[in-house]
């Protein structure tokens, strides 16, 4: 080492450095993208994606499964293993929700920035019912097969870190309906 030159040092350097930065964003910072069939209801369910393998989807389970970009098709099962439904959908983003149940889910944005007054923001947006009680925020209700309209999975957290609070950003995650109203109700503090 100590016959290289100083450029060839300062180079050897930043290339470690360079590799320690990527090292470090892809162990703890980079966000995996997959897709999630989740059953939130007491029963068993069986079903099979585009023709693959039969899974199981015991009571309370969520499964990581492989989707195409595009047209998908989804059989579904009782615990009986008597079909329930036949259905397609479409794939258009890097990560979505298979609610074979069509359960109640809920899709909430959070908002981030500098300064920023949540509870007035949140005030701003119309809110919804649920169980006869009104949630304020910028919420909505989902039951259909499919969605991919968020950013968050079940299984996943908010982000604790704000990356860039030089402006007012929202982050979407998707809730089961109990998650939901326990996540609102320690969240927020009216």
Do not use: W
Request: charged fraction near 25%; hydrophobic fraction near 35%; glycine fraction near 6%.
């Amino acid at each position: 080492m100590k016959n290289l030159s100083a450029s060839t040092k300062g180079l050897i350097f930043s290339l470690l450095a360079m590799g320690f930065a990527f090292a470090v964003y892809f162990l703890f910072l980079a966000k995996p993208n997959y897709y999630l069939v989740d059953n939130p209801t007491p029963e068993t369910y069986y079903f099979k994606v585009n023709n693959g393998e039969e899974k199981v989807l015991s009571a309370g389970q969520y499964l990581k499964v492989d989707l195409n970009k595009g047209k998908n098709k989804i059989q579904v099962f009782d615990q009986n293993k008597q079909l329930l439904y036949d259905s397609a959908f479409a794939v258009n983003k890097i990560r979505g929700l298979l609610n074979i149940t069509h359960k109640d889910y809920y899709i909430n944005n959070q908002y981030y920035g500098y300064g920023l007054n949540k509870d007035s923001l949140m005030a701003t947006k119309p809110g919804l019912e649920i169980d006869k009680k009104l949630y304020l925020g910028d919420v909505k209700k989902i039951n259909k097969l499919y969605s991919e309209d968020f950013y968050y999975n079940l299984d996943e957290d908010y982000d604790r870190v704000i990356k860039n609070v030089a402006k007012i950003e929202s982050r979407s995650k998707i809730f089961r309906k109990q998650d939901f109203i326990n996540y609102y109700n320690n969240y927020y503090k009216f």
